[in-house]
Each structure stands twice: as C-alpha cells, then as structure tokens.
DNA sequence: CCGCTTCCTTGACTCATTCAAGAAAACGGG
DNA sequence: CCCGTTTTCTTGAATGAGTCAAGGAAGCGG
C-alpha cells in the first residue's frame, strides 16, 4: 500500500492527514501485533524525530475510527493490526509472546453470541487461543522472549 | 468456604500455608474479577498491616499452580478469580469494565480448536465478549467506572 | 494566502508491577 | 518441643507503559 492510499483511508475516515498519521498506519500494517515501541522504532525510520506522544495519539486515533484495532493479551503491552472486521483470533505462546492470526472458520462467528448475555448489548467476540508455538514446543528451554 | 479449607487447598497444591495466602484465596474466592488492589484491601480487613508484595506474589504463586486464574481485558489492569477449569468466559462492559462470567453452552468447548493451529500446541481458548452493560446502555451518559 | 482548528513536541508525571536485601515464618527432622 | 533450612514476607526503591498539559506547528476550508 503506498502512501497515497494511507492518505485516502485516513481522509475517508474523516481525518487530517498527516505524515505522522501516515507513518504510523504504514507501520501497523506492515508490522501485524506490533507494540508500541515497534511502532515507534519503524515511523522513526522515515520520520527521525517523531514523538512518542504522536504515535500514541495516532495509534489512539486510528483505533477509535477503526482503522486499526487494538489487542493486548494477558502480560503483555497494547499491540495493533489492520485486519479487522474479518472475524479473525489470535494464537499466542505462552513462552515467547508470539502471536499469530487464525481465521474464524466456524461457519457464522461462533461465539458471537454468549448463552446468557446478561442484558449487554454484545458487539464483539474475541477469542485468544493460549499455548506454545513450534520453537518453544521443540527448544525445551525455549526461544528468548516477547516475539511478536 | 472456612479458613481450614483454604488452607487444605493450599496444602494440596504442595504450598506451604501463610495466614497471607490464605486471606488472599478468601479475598479472590469472595471477589470474583477483583483487580490486585481490591484485593489487597479485602485482605487487610483481616490481616491490616500485609504487604502489597506479599499479595502479588501470593497471586503469583497461587496463578501459577492453577489455583486462581488471572485475565485482563485490553485497557483493564489484572484482575483474578477462582472458577476454573470450567471453560467459563467473559463479557466486558466497554463503558464502566464490569466483567460478568458466561458458561460455555456451546457443548464441547466452541473455540478451543482453532481451524489452524500453525504448530501451536494449544491449551486454552480465552473468549472475551465486549459490548454495553444493561445500566450503561439505559443512562447514555453511563455509569462511572471500572465496575468489576 | 489567512485563520481556525486540530495535531505534534516537549517534558513532567502517574501508577501497576517488579526488583532486591534482609527479617520472619513454615515445617520436617532430631 | 526446638533447630535449621528453605520459603515467604516486609520494606523501600526502581521500572516502564501510558497519560497529562501547555505552547508551537501544521492541515485545510475559505
């Protein structure tokens, strides 16, 4: 995707387009489940002198318009994507953080829907598959740490 | 549940037995999705002078043989419970974080086979549900925050 | 090109959680 | 019942992701 086209998905979203904005929604999408500081390191690529606060702020905004979504398994930080909409969930190793998507082929969203909702007004289901990935299944000590 | 019982608990997962722990199994056991610092206060009703160190490693230790579970939803800090082995799951409150428990009805475990496993050796399926409780969907203002 | 509005930079700050060192408590053996 | 070893708890400091706030800069409609 080039620029151009971040440039339009932002202004279809009713944003100002910025090349801040644009590095960072770069960034999500040729960086699935990156964290943070990921993000940071790869706008500053192109953008030396990005601060910390505009990445926040970006990845703030793109999330609150959808452009991106926000996920953050159990002990580890906040982490993006771009797939979204797609019903898609996550496999994440329990040793090295590694996470990986798998899409949802139980026919219709197979846990849309909660026996009981209690009264909540359900939008979204979120499933998290936990375990170990091959590297940590095969190494015994396992690879270092937080993969992504 | 008595304190002999909790201790009994503890003594079967080869623990050794500490007034500390045995507050804290009380306090997740009586707090159902209680965060650490609720749980603190609920031990220090009994035990007024413990440690905020002493309940983190007391949860540490008691997660890590499988006595409590830990979740944290994106935006929430850890927050604990004792139903486990159930495959019981999650509905989120976007507006207030009330967490509410739903059993799985979906017969044999729903989700716990992604369609792909990409070598994953996986071991649990963590279902969240994320919507609007019924007192934050009635006030469109909603009700403060982080209810548990 | 102007001006208003939104966004970014800078730098300080919060707060959940962790680290570390020494004191205290648990509990198996004598 | 007491001892010694090991684990756990206390105390206090540190870490680090994320937030807050004020002023300067940039986007964009006119």
């Known amino acids: 995707m080039h620029a151009e086209d971040y440039s339009a998905t932002l202004r279809s979203s009713s944003l100002r387009v910025t090349k801040q904005r644009v590095a960072v929604l770069a960034a999500v999408d040729t960086h699935p489940h990156a964290d943070t500081e990921t993000v940071i390191r790869s706008v500053r690529e192109s953008l030396p002198d ?3 606060q505009a990445v926040y702020d970006s990845l703030h905004t793109l999330t609150a318009v959808g ?4 996920i953050q398994p159990s002990g580890s930080v906040a982490r993006y994507e771009r797939r979204i909409g797609d019903n898609h969930h996550h496999l994440v190793c329990r040793s090295c953080g590694l996470i990986v998507d798998v899409d949802c082929t139980v026919g219709r969203a197979p846990c849309l829907s909660p026996s009981h909702d209690h009264g909540f007004a359900v939008d979204q289901a979120e499933v ?3 375990g170990l990935c091959p590297d940590c299944r095969s190494g015994s000590e396992g690879p270092s740490d937080q993969g992504d």
Chains 1, 2 share one sequence.
Do not use: E, G, I, Q
């Open 50 to 52: 990005v601060s910390h």
């Open 128 to 130: 998290t598959f936990w």
């Open 67 to 70: 452009l991106v979504r926000s």
